[in-house]
């Protein structure tokens, strides 16, 4: 059970930043694709199962985050994230701005997937 759910969440981390990589490409080029339903709502979908399967690994191991310094990490660096990502993909008023939360958000997906894989709070990925 464990290395199917934590397969299962490696799969939706990686689906979760090639759609942000997509949905960025589409709003850098001025695509009308980022409109579209697949991108307003797949997304969504994929960062849902993405976090229902942390949680469920959370259980699943008996490491909960404020006990487990890394699980911490990984949360507040997941709410950095998407903050980065909303002001990269919708709410960054230049393009300027959008291009540097694009940049720093992948920075910091990286960053968590360091976290995760050392589980080490303050491991500098390479």
Known sequence: MYLALKHFHMTCAGLSLLLFLLRGAWMFSGSARL???FARIV????DTLLLASAVGLMFLIRQFPFQQG???A????LGVYILLGTI????GRTPAVRG???VAAVAVFLWIVAI???HTPW???V
């Open 35 to 37: 409109q579209t339903k």
């Open 123 to 125: 491991v500098v990925p």
């Open 70 to 72: 890394w699980l911490t």
């Open 88 to 91: 990269a993909l919708k709410r």
């Open 100 to 102: 540097a939360a694009f």
């Open 74 to 77: 990984k949360l507040v660096w």
């Open 116 to 118: 995760a894989r050392t």
């Open 43 to 46: 997304p969504h979908v994929v």
